[in-house]
Protein backbone atom coordinates (compact mmCIF):
# COMPACT_ATOMS: atom_id res chain seq x y z
CA UNK A 1 0.00 0.00 0.00
CA UNK A 2 1.48 3.50 -0.64
CA UNK A 3 2.40 5.17 2.28
CA UNK A 4 0.20 8.64 1.14
CA UNK A 5 -2.74 5.96 1.26
CA UNK A 6 -1.93 5.06 4.84
CA UNK A 7 -1.41 8.49 5.62
CA UNK A 8 -4.62 9.35 4.07
CA UNK A 9 -6.75 6.71 5.81
CA UNK A 10 -5.14 7.59 9.50
CA UNK A 11 -6.15 10.78 8.76
CA UNK A 12 -9.62 10.15 7.96
CA UNK A 13 -9.46 7.72 11.52
CA UNK A 14 -8.19 10.88 13.51
CA UNK A 15 -10.85 13.14 11.79
CA UNK A 16 -13.43 11.31 12.34
CA UNK A 17 -13.11 10.69 16.12
CA UNK A 18 -12.39 14.48 16.73
CA UNK A 19 -13.72 17.43 14.61
CA UNK A 20 -10.97 19.32 15.60
CA UNK A 21 -8.76 17.59 13.40
CA UNK A 22 -8.53 19.70 10.15
CA UNK A 23 -6.19 19.48 7.65
CA UNK A 24 -4.96 22.59 5.44
CA UNK A 25 -3.34 22.00 1.76
CA UNK A 26 -2.03 24.07 -0.86
CA UNK A 27 -2.82 22.92 -4.12
CA UNK A 28 -1.24 19.09 -3.78
CA UNK A 29 -4.43 17.01 -2.10
CA UNK A 30 -4.18 15.10 -4.48
CA UNK A 31 -0.64 14.30 -4.70
CA UNK A 32 -0.44 13.59 -0.58
CA UNK A 33 -3.56 10.87 -1.41
CA UNK A 34 -5.96 13.27 0.73
CA UNK A 35 -8.35 14.72 -2.12
CA UNK A 36 -10.91 12.45 -1.68
CA UNK A 37 -11.44 13.14 1.76
CA UNK A 38 -12.96 16.43 0.92
CA UNK A 39 -16.22 15.29 0.29
CA UNK A 40 -16.34 12.99 3.69
CA UNK A 41 -14.59 16.08 5.64
CA UNK A 42 -16.59 19.53 4.22
CA UNK A 43 -15.94 20.68 7.80
CA UNK A 44 -12.40 19.64 8.41
CA UNK A 45 -10.24 20.30 5.12
CA UNK A 46 -9.39 23.08 3.37
CA UNK A 47 -7.33 23.98 0.08
CA UNK A 48 -5.59 27.38 0.41
CA UNK A 49 -4.79 27.14 -3.36
CA UNK A 50 -1.20 27.71 -4.22
CA UNK A 51 -0.02 29.98 -0.87
CA UNK A 52 1.89 28.15 1.34
CA UNK A 53 3.20 31.08 3.88
CA UNK A 54 -1.09 31.53 3.90
CA UNK A 55 -1.41 28.18 4.75
CA UNK A 56 0.89 27.59 7.52
CA UNK A 57 -0.05 31.19 9.44
CA UNK A 58 -3.52 30.03 8.76
CA UNK A 59 -3.16 26.74 10.76
CA UNK A 60 -1.39 28.78 13.34
CA UNK A 61 -4.37 30.54 13.60
CA UNK A 62 -6.81 27.69 13.82
CA UNK A 63 -4.31 26.09 16.62
CA UNK A 64 -4.92 29.35 18.35
CA UNK A 65 -8.55 28.53 18.39
CA UNK A 66 -8.38 24.89 19.66
CA UNK A 67 -8.16 22.90 16.65
CA UNK A 68 -5.51 20.39 16.01
CA UNK A 69 -3.51 21.56 12.40
CA UNK A 70 -2.24 19.66 9.89
CA UNK A 71 -0.75 21.12 6.70
CA UNK A 72 0.80 19.08 3.53
CA UNK A 73 2.39 20.34 0.39
CA UNK A 74 5.88 18.90 -0.77
CA UNK A 75 8.64 18.55 1.37
CA UNK A 76 10.39 21.83 -0.68
CA UNK A 77 7.64 23.41 -0.09
CA UNK A 78 6.32 22.35 3.53
CA UNK A 79 10.03 23.80 4.83
CA UNK A 80 12.48 25.79 3.20
CA UNK A 81 9.59 28.24 1.25
CA UNK A 82 7.63 28.76 4.49
CA UNK A 83 10.67 28.70 7.08
CA UNK A 84 9.77 31.96 8.90
CA UNK A 85 6.16 30.95 9.12
CA UNK A 86 7.21 27.91 10.60
CA UNK A 87 9.65 29.32 12.96
CA UNK A 88 7.11 32.05 14.07
CA UNK A 89 3.61 31.47 13.86
CA UNK A 90 3.82 27.90 14.77
CA UNK A 91 6.97 27.10 16.83
CA UNK A 92 7.83 30.65 18.79
CA UNK A 93 3.95 31.09 19.04
CA UNK A 94 3.58 27.77 20.63
CA UNK A 95 1.16 26.47 18.45
CA UNK A 96 0.05 22.81 17.69
CA UNK A 97 0.72 22.21 14.27
CA UNK A 98 1.80 19.03 12.28
CA UNK A 99 3.45 20.22 9.24
CA UNK A 100 3.79 17.02 6.27
CA UNK A 101 6.26 17.49 3.55
CA UNK A 102 5.63 14.66 0.99
CA UNK A 103 8.53 13.23 -1.68
CA UNK A 104 11.78 14.34 0.50
CA UNK A 105 15.37 14.02 -1.20
CA UNK A 106 15.54 12.15 -4.37
CA UNK A 107 12.00 10.46 -4.00
CA UNK A 108 10.97 13.47 -5.73
CA UNK A 109 12.26 12.09 -8.54
CA UNK A 110 10.44 13.19 -12.14
CA UNK A 111 10.04 16.46 -10.77
CA UNK A 112 13.60 17.21 -10.23
CA UNK A 113 15.94 19.76 -8.50
CA UNK A 114 13.21 22.14 -8.06
CA UNK A 115 11.42 19.99 -6.03
CA UNK A 116 14.41 17.63 -4.61
CA UNK A 117 14.25 18.78 -0.46
CA UNK A 118 18.25 17.35 0.08
CA UNK A 119 17.53 20.28 3.29
CA UNK A 120 14.36 20.39 4.76
CA UNK A 121 15.57 18.41 8.36
CA UNK A 122 18.38 20.95 8.17
CA UNK A 123 15.84 23.67 7.63
CA UNK A 124 13.30 22.72 10.43
CA UNK A 125 15.81 21.44 13.19
CA UNK A 126 17.33 24.16 14.01
CA UNK A 127 14.09 25.62 14.64
CA UNK A 128 13.54 25.49 18.62
CA UNK A 129 10.94 23.23 19.72
CA UNK A 130 10.13 21.36 16.37
CA UNK A 131 9.47 17.37 16.37
CA UNK A 132 11.62 16.03 13.50
CA UNK A 133 9.53 12.04 12.45
CA UNK A 134 10.42 10.37 8.93
CA UNK A 135 8.51 7.24 8.75
CA UNK A 136 9.99 4.11 7.44
CA UNK A 137 6.78 1.96 6.75
CA UNK A 138 3.45 1.56 6.47
CA UNK A 139 3.37 -0.52 9.86
CA UNK A 140 5.32 2.15 11.98
CA UNK A 141 3.71 5.21 10.00
CA UNK A 142 0.14 3.40 11.06
CA UNK A 143 0.98 2.99 14.84
CA UNK A 144 2.61 6.91 14.31
CA UNK A 145 -0.13 8.91 13.09
CA UNK A 146 -2.20 8.58 16.29
CA UNK A 147 0.73 9.28 18.65
CA UNK A 148 1.83 12.23 16.45
CA UNK A 149 -2.02 13.90 16.28
CA UNK A 150 -1.80 13.74 20.33
CA UNK A 151 1.55 15.14 20.80
CA UNK A 152 0.78 18.45 21.69
CA UNK A 153 3.27 20.96 19.85
CA UNK A 154 4.76 21.48 16.31
CA UNK A 155 5.92 18.15 14.25
CA UNK A 156 7.63 17.89 11.02
CA UNK A 157 6.57 14.64 8.88
CA UNK A 158 8.32 13.78 6.07
CA UNK A 159 6.67 11.21 4.45
CA UNK A 160 7.97 9.18 1.47
CA UNK A 161 4.39 9.36 -0.88
CA UNK A 162 4.49 5.43 -2.47
CA UNK A 163 4.79 2.10 -1.46
CA UNK A 164 7.74 0.88 1.43
CA UNK A 165 8.87 -2.48 1.63
CA UNK A 166 7.97 -3.68 5.02
CA UNK A 167 10.63 -3.29 7.82
CA UNK A 168 8.67 -3.56 11.33
CA UNK A 169 6.61 -6.52 12.22
CA UNK A 170 2.76 -7.18 12.99
CA UNK A 171 1.95 -5.76 16.62
CA UNK A 172 5.33 -2.53 16.26
CA UNK A 173 4.06 0.01 19.06
CA UNK A 174 5.63 3.15 18.24
CA UNK A 175 7.18 5.06 20.57
CA UNK A 176 7.88 8.68 18.86
CA UNK A 177 11.09 9.18 21.18
CA UNK A 178 12.46 5.88 21.02
CA UNK A 179 14.65 4.67 18.33
CA UNK A 180 14.26 1.45 16.96
CA UNK A 181 16.84 -1.54 17.38
CA UNK A 182 16.42 -3.70 13.95
CA UNK A 183 19.57 -5.60 14.61
CA UNK A 184 22.07 -6.32 17.07
CA UNK A 185 25.47 -6.32 16.21
CA UNK A 186 28.59 -6.05 17.86
CA UNK A 187 31.14 -4.15 15.17
CA UNK A 188 29.88 -0.98 14.08
CA UNK A 189 26.14 0.94 14.65
CA UNK A 190 24.08 2.08 11.48
CA UNK A 191 22.11 4.86 12.25
CA UNK A 192 19.23 4.78 9.92
CA UNK A 193 15.59 6.77 8.93
CA UNK A 194 13.21 7.21 6.12
CA UNK A 195 13.46 4.77 3.00
CA UNK A 196 16.98 4.05 3.48
CA UNK A 197 16.05 1.46 6.36
CA UNK A 198 15.63 -1.34 3.97
CA UNK A 199 18.82 -0.88 2.45
CA UNK A 200 20.63 -1.10 5.74
CA UNK A 201 19.02 -4.72 6.50
CA UNK A 202 20.45 -5.59 3.52
CA UNK A 203 23.97 -4.37 3.71
CA UNK A 204 24.08 -5.59 7.15
CA UNK A 205 23.55 -9.10 5.16
CA UNK A 206 26.62 -8.83 2.89
CA UNK A 207 28.76 -6.91 5.99
CA UNK A 208 28.01 -9.98 8.16
CA UNK A 209 29.13 -12.22 4.81
CA UNK A 210 32.44 -9.91 5.47
CA UNK A 211 32.50 -10.55 8.93
CA UNK A 212 31.39 -7.40 10.09
CA UNK A 213 28.41 -7.60 12.79
CA UNK A 214 26.39 -4.05 12.22
CA UNK A 215 24.03 -3.05 14.57
CA UNK A 216 20.99 -1.34 12.81
CA UNK A 217 18.97 1.13 14.38
CA UNK A 218 16.00 3.32 13.04
CA UNK A 219 16.27 7.06 13.86
CA UNK A 220 12.69 7.32 13.16
CA UNK A 221 12.76 10.76 15.26
CA UNK A 222 15.76 13.06 14.06
CA UNK A 223 14.78 15.60 16.58
CA UNK A 224 15.08 15.44 19.54
CA UNK A 225 17.42 12.34 18.84
CA UNK A 226 16.93 9.69 21.38
CA UNK A 227 20.86 10.07 22.83
CA UNK A 228 20.18 6.92 25.61
CA UNK A 229 20.17 4.43 22.30
CA UNK A 230 22.27 5.99 20.62
CA UNK A 231 25.27 6.57 22.71
CA UNK A 232 24.46 3.17 24.40
CA UNK A 233 24.82 1.43 21.06
CA UNK A 234 28.00 3.46 19.47
CA UNK A 235 30.13 3.16 22.90
CA UNK A 236 29.43 -0.63 22.77
CA UNK A 237 30.37 -1.22 19.06
CA UNK A 238 32.72 1.79 18.95
CA UNK A 239 32.39 2.86 15.26
CA UNK A 240 28.99 4.76 13.81
CA UNK A 241 27.76 5.05 10.32
CA UNK A 242 24.67 7.29 9.64
CA UNK A 243 22.03 6.82 6.89
CA UNK A 244 19.73 9.12 5.29
CA UNK A 245 17.89 10.41 1.80
CA UNK A 246 18.57 14.22 2.77
CA UNK A 247 21.95 16.25 2.96
CA UNK A 248 24.62 15.38 5.23
CA UNK A 249 24.82 18.73 6.35
CA UNK A 250 21.75 19.26 8.88
CA UNK A 251 19.86 16.02 9.24
CA UNK A 252 20.46 12.67 10.50
CA UNK A 253 24.48 12.53 10.35
CA UNK A 254 24.45 16.26 12.07
CA UNK A 255 21.75 14.88 14.67
CA UNK A 256 23.83 12.37 15.46
CA UNK A 257 27.60 13.98 15.74
CA UNK A 258 26.44 16.41 17.97
CA UNK A 259 25.17 13.15 20.03
CA UNK A 260 28.63 12.03 19.88
CA UNK A 261 30.55 15.33 19.89
CA UNK A 262 31.90 14.24 23.93
CA UNK A 263 32.80 10.63 22.34
CA UNK A 264 36.05 9.51 20.06
CA UNK A 265 34.13 7.77 18.15
CA UNK A 266 34.50 7.90 14.39
CA UNK A 267 31.41 8.46 12.26
CA UNK A 268 31.35 8.22 8.77
CA UNK A 269 27.38 9.00 6.39
CA UNK A 270 25.73 7.69 3.40
CA UNK A 271 24.01 10.46 2.59
CA UNK A 272 23.74 13.21 -0.21
CA UNK A 273 27.26 15.44 0.06
CA UNK A 274 25.85 18.69 0.00
CA UNK A 275 25.07 18.70 -3.84
CA UNK A 276 21.38 19.98 -5.21
CA UNK A 277 19.18 17.06 -6.96
CA UNK A 278 18.14 16.55 -10.68
CA UNK A 279 15.35 14.90 -12.47
CA UNK A 280 15.57 10.83 -12.79
CA UNK A 281 13.76 8.12 -11.34
CA UNK A 282 14.79 6.51 -8.12
CA UNK A 283 17.45 4.13 -9.52
CA UNK A 284 19.42 6.14 -11.35
CA UNK A 285 19.17 9.15 -8.60
CA UNK A 286 20.00 6.34 -5.57
CA UNK A 287 23.37 5.81 -8.22
CA UNK A 288 23.99 9.45 -9.22
CA UNK A 289 23.89 10.53 -4.76
CA UNK A 290 25.47 7.28 -3.52
CA UNK A 291 22.15 6.52 -1.46
CA UNK A 292 22.87 2.47 -2.45
CA UNK A 293 23.74 -1.00 -0.36
CA UNK A 294 26.71 -0.91 -2.32
CA UNK A 295 27.47 2.49 -1.06
CA UNK A 296 26.88 1.51 2.47
CA UNK A 297 28.42 -1.38 2.87
CA UNK A 298 31.89 0.41 1.41
CA UNK A 299 31.54 3.49 4.15
CA UNK A 300 30.68 1.03 6.62
CA UNK A 301 33.83 -0.62 6.16
CA UNK A 302 35.92 2.76 5.49
CA UNK A 303 34.59 3.19 9.63
CA UNK A 304 35.58 0.45 11.17
CA UNK A 305 38.86 0.55 9.43
CA UNK A 306 39.04 4.16 11.64
CA UNK A 307 37.98 2.26 14.90
CA UNK B 1 -19.20 49.79 28.15
CA UNK B 2 -19.79 53.22 28.65
CA UNK B 3 -16.95 55.23 28.67
CA UNK B 4 -15.23 58.76 27.98
CA UNK B 5 -13.22 56.81 24.61
CA UNK B 6 -11.68 60.09 24.10
CA UNK B 7 -10.31 60.41 27.48
CA UNK B 8 -9.30 56.66 27.26
CA UNK B 9 -7.26 57.16 24.10
CA UNK B 10 -5.67 59.82 25.99
CA UNK B 11 -4.67 57.67 28.96
CA UNK B 12 -3.42 54.63 26.25
CA UNK B 13 -1.47 57.38 24.90
CA UNK B 14 -0.08 58.75 27.62
CA UNK B 15 0.54 55.39 29.22
CA UNK B 16 2.42 54.16 25.57
CA UNK B 17 4.94 57.36 25.99
CA UNK B 18 5.39 56.83 29.37
CA UNK B 19 6.43 53.06 28.86
CA UNK B 20 8.70 53.98 25.87
CA UNK B 21 9.80 56.88 27.65
CA UNK B 22 10.82 54.85 30.13
CA UNK B 23 12.92 52.87 28.53
CA UNK B 24 14.59 55.46 26.18
CA UNK B 25 13.72 54.08 22.82
CA UNK B 26 10.72 51.94 21.24
CA UNK B 27 8.07 51.87 18.38
CA UNK B 28 6.53 55.13 18.96
CA UNK B 29 5.09 56.36 15.68
CA UNK B 30 3.15 53.13 14.83
CA UNK B 31 2.01 52.52 18.31
CA UNK B 32 0.83 56.58 18.99
CA UNK B 33 -1.08 56.39 15.61
CA UNK B 34 -3.67 53.44 17.32
CA UNK B 35 -4.79 54.51 20.25
CA UNK B 36 -8.35 55.50 19.10
CA UNK B 37 -8.95 52.49 17.69
CA UNK B 38 -7.84 50.49 20.81
CA UNK B 39 -9.96 52.56 22.66
CA UNK B 40 -13.20 51.88 20.93
CA UNK B 41 -12.34 47.76 20.55
CA UNK B 42 -11.08 47.35 23.91
CA UNK B 43 -13.48 49.87 25.67
CA UNK B 44 -16.74 49.55 23.43
CA UNK B 45 -16.66 47.32 20.81
CA UNK B 46 -14.75 43.84 22.01
CA UNK B 47 -17.15 41.06 23.94
CA UNK B 48 -14.03 40.44 26.60
CA UNK B 49 -13.21 39.81 30.10
CA UNK B 50 -10.41 40.85 31.39
CA UNK B 51 -10.82 38.22 34.43
CA UNK B 52 -11.48 35.71 31.90
CA UNK B 53 -9.02 36.41 29.17
CA UNK B 54 -9.51 32.98 27.88
CA UNK B 55 -13.11 32.98 27.71
CA UNK B 56 -14.41 30.96 25.06
CA UNK B 57 -16.12 32.54 22.38
CA UNK B 58 -14.29 35.80 22.85
CA UNK B 59 -13.94 38.23 20.58
CA UNK B 60 -10.25 38.63 19.79
CA UNK B 61 -7.96 41.36 18.56
CA UNK B 62 -4.82 40.06 16.62
CA UNK B 63 -2.40 43.05 16.13
CA UNK B 64 -0.09 41.52 13.00
CA UNK B 65 1.83 44.77 13.45
CA UNK B 66 3.25 43.61 16.06
CA UNK B 67 5.48 46.73 17.46
CA UNK B 68 2.89 48.28 18.26
CA UNK B 69 2.59 46.19 21.46
CA UNK B 70 3.49 48.97 23.85
CA UNK B 71 0.21 50.43 22.59
CA UNK B 72 -1.74 47.13 23.49
CA UNK B 73 -0.42 46.84 26.40
CA UNK B 74 -1.14 50.24 27.51
CA UNK B 75 -5.10 49.72 25.95
CA UNK B 76 -4.85 46.30 28.10
CA UNK B 77 -3.48 47.62 31.15
CA UNK B 78 -6.52 50.36 31.35
CA UNK B 79 -8.88 47.33 30.29
CA UNK B 80 -7.77 45.54 33.94
CA UNK B 81 -5.77 42.79 32.41
CA UNK B 82 -2.55 43.64 34.82
CA UNK B 83 -1.28 46.60 36.68
CA UNK B 84 -0.43 49.56 34.81
CA UNK B 85 3.43 49.27 36.61
CA UNK B 86 3.87 46.33 34.28
CA UNK B 87 3.91 49.01 31.56
CA UNK B 88 7.60 50.15 33.13
CA UNK B 89 8.90 47.02 32.52
CA UNK B 90 8.56 46.95 28.75
CA UNK B 91 11.60 45.38 26.95
CA UNK B 92 13.34 44.91 29.98
CA UNK B 93 15.17 41.55 29.88
CA UNK B 94 12.61 39.20 31.43
CA UNK B 95 9.75 41.49 30.81
CA UNK B 96 6.52 40.08 30.15
CA UNK B 97 5.59 42.85 27.72
CA UNK B 98 7.98 42.41 24.85
CA UNK B 99 8.46 44.34 21.72
CA UNK B 100 6.43 42.57 20.12
CA UNK B 101 3.40 40.74 21.16
CA UNK B 102 3.70 37.40 22.49
CA UNK B 103 0.82 35.58 23.31
CA UNK B 104 2.33 33.09 25.63
CA UNK B 105 3.79 35.70 27.84
CA UNK B 106 0.93 38.60 28.05
CA UNK B 107 -2.38 37.97 29.64
CA UNK B 108 -4.85 39.57 26.79
CA UNK B 109 -2.82 39.11 23.93
CA UNK B 110 -4.41 36.48 21.48
CA UNK B 111 -2.03 35.91 19.08
CA UNK B 112 1.79 36.04 18.88
CA UNK B 113 2.98 38.63 15.89
CA UNK B 114 5.82 40.61 14.79
CA UNK B 115 6.74 38.55 10.97
CA UNK B 116 4.97 41.35 9.03
CA UNK B 117 1.99 39.26 7.17
CA UNK B 118 1.79 36.38 9.31
CA UNK B 119 -0.58 37.65 11.89
CA UNK B 120 -3.14 38.64 9.51
CA UNK B 121 -3.57 34.89 8.29
CA UNK B 122 -3.11 33.94 11.98
CA UNK B 123 -6.03 35.99 12.07
CA UNK B 124 -8.06 34.68 8.99
CA UNK B 125 -7.30 30.85 10.31
CA UNK B 126 -8.88 32.78 13.78
CA UNK B 127 -12.30 34.07 11.65
CA UNK B 128 -12.36 30.26 10.23
CA UNK B 129 -12.16 28.29 13.32
CA UNK B 130 -15.13 30.68 15.08
CA UNK B 131 -16.79 30.34 12.06
CA UNK B 132 -16.29 26.40 12.42
CA UNK B 133 -17.28 26.47 16.08
CA UNK B 134 -20.46 28.55 15.37
CA UNK B 135 -19.46 30.69 19.18
CA UNK B 136 -20.26 34.26 16.99
CA UNK B 137 -16.80 36.11 17.87
CA UNK B 138 -15.46 38.24 15.56
CA UNK B 139 -12.44 38.59 15.08
CA UNK B 140 -10.47 42.17 14.79
CA UNK B 141 -7.20 42.62 13.25
CA UNK B 142 -4.58 45.30 12.63
CA UNK B 143 -2.13 45.76 9.86
CA UNK B 144 0.83 48.48 8.83
CA UNK B 145 -0.09 49.82 5.53
CA UNK B 146 3.79 49.40 4.94
CA UNK B 147 3.47 45.75 6.05
CA UNK B 148 0.70 45.36 2.69
CA UNK B 149 3.71 45.23 0.92
CA UNK B 150 3.87 41.80 2.09
CA UNK B 151 2.41 39.01 -0.31
CA UNK B 152 1.05 36.91 2.61
CA UNK B 153 -1.41 39.55 3.11
CA UNK B 154 -3.06 39.21 0.06
CA UNK B 155 -2.99 35.73 0.08
CA UNK B 156 -4.70 35.86 3.20
CA UNK B 157 -6.91 38.34 1.71
CA UNK B 158 -8.01 36.34 -0.96
CA UNK B 159 -8.71 33.46 1.22
CA UNK B 160 -10.83 35.02 3.53
CA UNK B 161 -12.97 36.42 0.92
CA UNK B 162 -13.12 33.21 -0.56
CA UNK B 163 -14.29 31.73 2.54
CA UNK B 164 -16.98 34.48 2.98
CA UNK B 165 -15.32 35.09 6.90
CA UNK B 166 -17.66 38.00 7.36
CA UNK B 167 -16.86 37.56 11.28
CA UNK B 168 -13.73 39.29 10.05
CA UNK B 169 -12.96 42.99 10.57
CA UNK B 170 -9.90 44.14 9.57
CA UNK B 171 -8.06 47.78 9.85
CA UNK B 172 -5.27 49.06 8.07
CA UNK B 173 -3.43 51.74 10.21
CA UNK B 174 -2.73 53.97 7.35
CA UNK B 175 -0.37 56.24 8.47
CA UNK B 176 1.61 56.49 4.92
CA UNK B 177 5.20 55.98 6.76
CA UNK B 178 7.43 52.78 7.06
CA UNK B 179 10.80 52.50 8.41
CA UNK B 180 12.68 53.75 4.89
CA UNK B 181 9.83 56.41 4.26
CA UNK B 182 6.93 57.49 2.79
CA UNK B 183 4.90 54.37 1.67
CA UNK B 184 4.70 55.73 -1.37
CA UNK B 185 8.26 56.73 -2.62
CA UNK B 186 8.97 52.89 -1.06
CA UNK B 187 6.67 50.70 -2.69
CA UNK B 188 3.34 52.58 -3.32
CA UNK B 189 0.81 50.37 -2.38
CA UNK B 190 -2.24 52.85 -3.45
CA UNK B 191 -5.07 52.58 -4.49
CA UNK B 192 -5.94 50.71 -1.37
CA UNK B 193 -9.26 50.62 -0.85
CA UNK B 194 -9.88 49.42 -4.59
CA UNK B 195 -7.23 46.93 -4.14
CA UNK B 196 -9.47 45.36 -1.43
CA UNK B 197 -12.50 45.91 -2.89
CA UNK B 198 -10.74 43.75 -5.98
CA UNK B 199 -10.54 41.28 -3.15
CA UNK B 200 -14.02 40.97 -2.86
CA UNK B 201 -13.87 42.70 0.80
CA UNK B 202 -16.42 45.49 2.17
CA UNK B 203 -13.91 48.58 2.56
CA UNK B 204 -14.46 51.36 4.90
CA UNK B 205 -12.43 54.46 3.90
CA UNK B 206 -12.26 56.47 7.39
CA UNK B 207 -11.24 60.07 7.15
CA UNK B 208 -9.43 60.75 10.11
CA UNK B 209 -8.78 57.65 12.04
CA UNK B 210 -7.50 59.72 14.88
CA UNK B 211 -11.02 60.77 15.49
CA UNK B 212 -12.24 58.88 18.14
CA UNK B 213 -15.82 59.26 16.48
CA UNK B 214 -15.02 58.61 13.11
CA UNK B 215 -13.46 55.35 14.30
CA UNK B 216 -16.56 54.58 16.68
CA UNK B 217 -18.94 54.73 13.70
CA UNK B 218 -16.40 53.08 11.47
CA UNK B 219 -16.78 50.13 13.81
CA UNK B 220 -20.50 50.43 14.29
CA UNK B 221 -20.76 50.64 10.56
CA UNK B 222 -18.35 47.83 9.95
CA UNK B 223 -20.47 45.26 12.20
CA UNK B 224 -23.41 45.49 9.72
CA UNK B 225 -21.10 44.07 7.59
CA UNK B 226 -21.74 40.70 10.03
CA UNK B 227 -23.69 38.91 7.59
CA UNK B 228 -22.37 40.27 3.94
CA UNK B 229 -20.25 37.07 3.38
CA UNK B 230 -17.53 39.37 3.10
CA UNK B 231 -14.83 40.36 5.45
CA UNK B 232 -14.42 44.13 6.21
CA UNK B 233 -11.50 46.32 6.27
CA UNK B 234 -11.43 49.41 7.51
CA UNK B 235 -8.57 51.90 6.54
CA UNK B 236 -7.74 54.48 9.20
CA UNK B 237 -6.23 57.82 7.45
CA UNK B 238 -4.04 58.39 10.83
CA UNK B 239 -0.85 60.03 11.67
CA UNK B 240 2.43 57.99 12.43
CA UNK B 241 3.16 59.43 16.26
CA UNK B 242 -0.35 61.15 16.33
CA UNK B 243 -0.34 63.20 19.60
CA UNK B 244 3.25 64.51 19.67
CA UNK B 245 4.18 67.31 17.37
CA UNK B 246 7.66 66.92 17.60
CA UNK B 247 7.26 63.23 17.04
CA UNK B 248 5.05 63.49 14.30
CA UNK B 249 7.68 65.91 13.04
CA UNK B 250 10.24 63.23 12.63
CA UNK B 251 8.51 61.77 9.89
CA UNK B 252 9.28 57.87 9.12
CA UNK B 253 12.39 58.29 11.60
CA UNK B 254 9.74 58.13 14.27
CA UNK B 255 9.36 54.31 13.50
CA UNK B 256 11.46 53.01 16.48
CA UNK B 257 13.08 55.94 18.13
CA UNK B 258 14.51 57.69 21.00
CA UNK B 259 12.75 59.41 23.78
CA UNK B 260 14.40 60.57 27.00
CA UNK B 261 12.06 59.99 30.02
CA UNK B 262 11.75 63.90 30.68
CA UNK B 263 10.50 64.27 26.76
CA UNK B 264 7.71 61.50 27.39
CA UNK B 265 6.67 63.47 31.13
CA UNK B 266 6.43 66.96 28.83
CA UNK B 267 4.40 65.31 25.97
CA UNK B 268 2.14 63.43 28.80
CA UNK B 269 1.67 66.47 30.07
CA UNK B 270 1.05 68.81 27.05
CA UNK B 271 -1.89 65.77 25.90
CA UNK B 272 -3.70 65.57 29.54
CA UNK B 273 -3.57 69.40 29.24
CA UNK B 274 -5.32 69.68 26.15
CA UNK B 275 -8.03 67.26 27.16
Redesign the interface.
Same mark, same amino acid.
Given at each position: MEMRAVYAECLAQLMEQD?HV?VLDADLARASGTLKLYERFP?QM $?D? /?I?E??M??? @? @? /???? !? /? $?KPWIESFAPFATRRIC??I???IC !???QNVKIVGTDPGISAELNGGTHMSMEDMGVVRSIPGMVIYEPVDERQLRAAMPVLNAYVGPVYIRLFRKAQPDVFPEGYKFDLFKANLLREGKDLSIFVTGMMTKDCLDAARILLEKGIDAEIINVHTIKPVDRETVLASARKTGAVLTVENHNVIGGLHSAILETLAREKIPAMAVGVQDRFGEVGKLPYLREAVGLTVENIVATAEEAIKLK | MDCDLKAISRDIRCDTLAAIGHLGVGHLGGSLSLAELLAVLYFKEMHIDPKNPKMPGRDRLICSKGHAGPAIYAALANRGYFEKELLMTLNQGGTRLPSHCDSNLTVGIDMTTGSLGQGFSCAVGAALGSKLEEDGATIYTIIGDGETQEGQIWEAAMFAAAKKLDNLIAFTDRNKLQLDGPVSQVNDISPLAEKWAAFGWNVIDVEDGNDVDQVEAAVAHAKLGRDSERPTMVILNTRKGCGVPWIEELGAANHNTNITEEQALAAIAAIRGEG
Open positions: RVR $FC /GAQNASI @A @A /GLSS !Y /G $FDQAIS !YAK | -
